[in-house]
């Protein structure tokens, strides 16, 4: 084991699946595939372990601790997973430094102690060089994502000792292929050694959690409806009261929903043809490459010439502009329906299929945040196909049909400046997307977030009729442009578009083939887990140069509408709003899986987003 941070036969302290606690451990081997350690407990328990959970002994140090007999307290150790027949006195434990600094999540490591069985040292991890990180804000950062995953995973084992084995993502090594399953607390209590948790460890909850959960669910279709309903009032003002509710009859139309029905089959017929491209996603947890049909742009050019023919053949595209709430129910019936099917299906998966961001446990939460990191029919990849097909694709047709119908409730001859550079701006986005479509392999969507409500809904409905408000406010808000404007809106979007699209193809080259000419002479800080980071060229500006270049365009995407209404600047204040919680979410993950060469990363390059700003 070469290049790899612990060597075989180290002593180490490893983090005990599930919870704050570590023990010694000896390093049997490393596996590059996966990225993980195969590590021995003194009871000769053998599990699998990140590096992260991995400290080197040095970071501990032995406290003094006492035992309470308490029936109670006898009475919860009996649960734990890391109960032996045959106990040692000699094996450590610890606590880690971000629970044991603060009281309240010191007292609840107290009790998971307790709670745990175990007859151990216990030590208390000392400061690491790691965690003197130079930037403050960093370092807040870092120490309440600690202390709030400490408090969810602490607050869960008191009450939820028996599913500890099923929530981490530590990898028993022996005996894995025969146990899909988590063993009941009896079995693991007579057959300690063959414990075999597999379910990956949700990290701290998103989103607001599980209240978030309930909140989010109810209040994104809420939204839409009140966009929807508002962008056809005279006065489309956001700070407006909601507008009255039509009568419940006209929210579904049958036909709408055999439209969007008909729109999704077509786009999934593309999909399955053999033409373009199959390109290989990023190594799953297990090593795995999934293979995916990388055939947009294929699809979007079949798309706008079947769509030319019917409307040359007199399909009445306006439909799509009088008809846009019942197409947006129907939308959303069916990312309901999707989401439910997902939901059931990942209950039924092995757990190294879950995403570890969305295996909570709580059903609510799963269901939102998603459950199963790639869902797949066969080869066809539900995520990937609802990402980049029918609702992309779909925000250019809904586009394309705003402008008719501009043209035809203003009567113009040709649709105004306003419509066309929304229309070729947000076609452009698309086009692009897909053209490079292979890059989405490498982003956060389709390597870490399950398929769940949240992206059913965002790709099918909240994309296709929201992102389109723009072109619908236009149609009967109408905003003249003068020449210049138009020149200064059209550099903009250039300009963003430049960045958006050279420092996402510059990770992407990077990801694929570290050695790749175009990429191999930038700077680098390696990394324990064998991937390194970018630290010169666009990565090396800021931490997100793309969100920059993607914020630019959408500057550019909502000045055509002018400025006397807040709704076509809508998507301006969404998207800042969403590229700042995909950036801390981001750093999050990064923090986890990069650990201390994460922090160098942000101690050399300082903004997140904003040059010298943010
Ligand atoms: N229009 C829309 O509605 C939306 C558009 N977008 C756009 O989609 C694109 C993808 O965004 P998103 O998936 O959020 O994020 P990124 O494509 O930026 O992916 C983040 C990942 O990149 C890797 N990474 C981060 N820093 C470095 C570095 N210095 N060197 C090498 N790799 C690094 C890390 O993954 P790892 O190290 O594991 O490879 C990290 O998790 C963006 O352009 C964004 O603007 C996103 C959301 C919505
Ligand atoms: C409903 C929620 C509040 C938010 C849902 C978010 C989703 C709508 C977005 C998450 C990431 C996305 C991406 C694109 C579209 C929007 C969603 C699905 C993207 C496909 C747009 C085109 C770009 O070129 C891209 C880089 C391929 C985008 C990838 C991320």
């Not at 269901?367 to 609702?391: Q, S, T, V, Y």
């Amino acid at each position: 084991m070469p290049s790899v941070k612990y060597q075989k036969g180290d002593k180490v302290m490893g983090r005990w699946p599930g919870s704050n606690l570590y023990y010694e451990v000896t390093v049997l081997a490393f596996d590059t595939n996966n990225q993980l350690y195969t590590v021995e407990y003194k009871d000769g328990t053998e599990l699998e372990l990140r590096e992260q959970d991995i400290k080197s002994v040095g970071g501990f140090q032995t406290r003094a601790r006492s035992r309470s007999r308490s029936p109670g307290r006898r009475r919860s150790r009996s649960r734990s997973p890391a109960r032996t027949t045959r106990r040692s006195s000699s094996r450590t434990v610890a606590v880690s430094a971000a629970g044991a600094g603060d009281g309240a999540t010191a007292l609840k490591n107290k009790k998971l102690m307790e709670t745990l069985e175990v007859k151990l040292t216990p030590v208390q991890q000392a400061k690491t060089p790691e965690n003197n990180s130079n930037n403050k804000h960093e370092k807040r950062e870092e120490n309440n994502a600690a202390n709030k995953a400490n408090e969810e995973s602490n607050s869960k084992q008191e009450t939820e000792t028996e599913k500890i084995q099923g929530r981490y993502n530590l990898r028993r090594r022996k005996d894995e292929g025969a146990a899909k399953t988590a063993p009941s607390v009896e079995q693991a209590e007579k057959e300690p050694a063959k414990v075999a948790p597999v379910a990956p460890l949700c990290p701290p909850l998103d989103f607001g959690g599980k209240i978030g959960a309930y909140f989010w669910l109810l209040f994104l279709p809420a939204w839409v409806l009140f966009l929807i309903l508002q962008v056809n009032l005279d006065d489309p003002s956001l700070a407006n009261f909601p507008p009255p509710l039509p009568p419940v009859e006209s929210f579904f139309d049958a036909h709408a929903l055999g439209f969007v029905v008909v729109w999704i089959l077509f786009q999934a017929v593309l999909y399955v043809l053999p033409v373009g491209k199959l390109s290989e996603g990023m190594p799953l947890r297990s090593g795995e490459k999934l293979k995916y049909r990388t055939n947009g742009f294929f699809a979007i050019v079949v798309s706008a010439v079947a769509v030319a023919a019917a409307v040359h053949l007199g399909l009445d595209l306006t439909y799509i502009h009088s008809h846009f709430l019942q197409l947006g129910v129907a939308s959303f019936i069916i990312s309901v329906l999707l989401s439910v099917y997902l939901y059931i299906r990942s209950r039924y998966v092995a757990p190294e299929k879950l995403a570890l961001g969305g295996n909570s446990g709580n059903v609510v939460y799963d269901f939102f945040k998603g459950h199963e990191l790639n869902p797949r029919i066969k080869n066809f990849d539900l995520k990937f196909f609802c990402e980049m097909r029918p609702g992309l694709i779909g925000w250019c047709l809904i586009n394309f049909a705003m402008a008719l119908a501009e043209m035809k409730l203003q009567n113009l001859n040709s649709p105004s400046y306003g419509m066309i550079l929304v229309n070729v701006f947000q076609l452009l986005y698309v086009v692009d997307g897909l053209w490079n479509e292979e890059a989405i392999l490498t982003t956060m969507d389709l390597m870490h977030d399950g398929f769940g409500f949240m992206l059913a809904f965002g790709d099918l409905v909240w994309v296709p009729f929201t992102y389109t408000m723009q072109a619908y406010y236009l149609v009967s808000h109408p905003n003249p442009l003068n020449i210049p404007g138009v020149m200064a809106i059209v550099l903009l979007k250039f300009i963003g578009f430049y960045i958006f699209r050279k420092s996402n193809s510059e990770k992407n080259a990077f990801r694929r083939n570290p050695s790749d000419p175009k990429v191999s002479y930038l700077k680098v800080i390696p990394t324990a887990s064998g991937k390194n980071l970018l630290v010169s060229g666009w990565w090396g500006v800021v931490r997100h140069p793309n969100y920059l270049g993607d914020l630019i365009m959408a500057l550019a995407w909502s000045l055509p509408c002018g400025i006397s209404h807040l709704l076509p600047w809508y998507y301006m204040i969404y998207f800042i709003i969403l590229l700042v919680h995909r950036d801390s979410r981001d750093m999050s993950e990064c923090r986890r899986k990069y650990g201390s060469a994460w922090d160098e990363y942000c101690r050399t390059v300082r903004y997140r987003i904003i040059p010298r700003v943010y």
